[in-house]
């Protein structure tokens, strides 16, 4: 099985060669897709001087958030799966292994991996319960971890989805679209090093992915 590694990048020069090594370490066949998201700190130039095998890197001129970065990624993914990778180093792609192990055994199209949010501060922990929480609600279902950045989910599934969320909200995007096909979210543990300097997300975002999850779920936008 081939994997696509989806890594969305904006203003990420501290980390964007380290989570590169770290993801080109894992021993899965995959290849690696970043898209630069109009960055202007020196994640540009690292990119460019980049030397790993199966990667491919594309560039938009101008920000336009983590969703549209993801898109554009999709499009360009060719791999039997794919997974969402920030460029943050919260999380850890040897954990992929394990994914892919639930992937497999279960014979599953989709699966999330659960972070432990008790690093988190209280506001971006109660946060993220609360949107799994409104997930949870809205779907009637038992996720533990919605808004997890790891979701692997078959190449041509994802693709099929009709993804438009250009910001945070394609979180709340994914996840509705899946659970509207009837389709079961498997989940696996995740290891997870919470990043304070410099986080892009806030409390604030999940105002939109709120929006997300309700307006995908009840078919107020297709």
């Known amino acids: 099985m081939k994997l696509s590694v989806l890594i969305p990048v904006y203003n990420e020069g501290a980390s964007v060669a380290d989570i ?3 993801v080109a370490a894992v021993d899965v066949d995959k290849e690696i897709i970043i898209v630069d998201d ?3 700190d020196a994640t540009p130039g690292i990119l460019r001087d980049l030397v790993v095998d199966d990667l491919r890197v594309i560039h938009h001129p101008e920000n ?3 969703g549209a970065a993801i898109r554009t990624a999709l499009e ?3 791999g039997d799966a794919l997974i969402i990778q920030d460029a943050d180093l919260e999380y850890d792609p040897q954990d992929y292994t394990r994914l892919l192990e639930t992937f497999a055994d279960k014979g599953a199209d ?3 991996g659960v972070r432990d949010l008790s690093g988190q501060r209280f506001y971006m922990r109660w946060g993220n319960q609360l949107m799994t929480l409104a997930t949870n609600l809205l779907f009637g279902t038992r996720l533990s971890d919605m808004e997890t950045c ?3 989910v078959d190449r041509e599934l994802m693709q099929s989805l009709g ?3 250009d910001g945070f909200d394609i979180e709340g995007e994914i996840t509705a679209k899946l659970l509207r096909r009837g389709l079961r979210i498997h989940e696996a543990p995740i290891h997870y090093y919470p990043r304070y300097e410099e986080k892009k997300l806030s409390p604030w975002d999940g105002i939109p992915t709120l929006w997300a999850l309700i307006k995908y779920r ?3 936008t297709e």
């Open 110 to 112: 989709v699966v999330y």
């Open 20 to 22: 590169v090594a770290r």
């Open 218 to 220: 009840f078919g107020l």
């Open 163 to 165: 993804l438009r969320s």
């Open 150 to 152: 790891y979701k692997l």
């Open 64 to 66: 336009r958030g983590k």
């Open 38 to 40: 109009g960055s202007v």
């Open 76 to 78: 360009a993914a060719t």
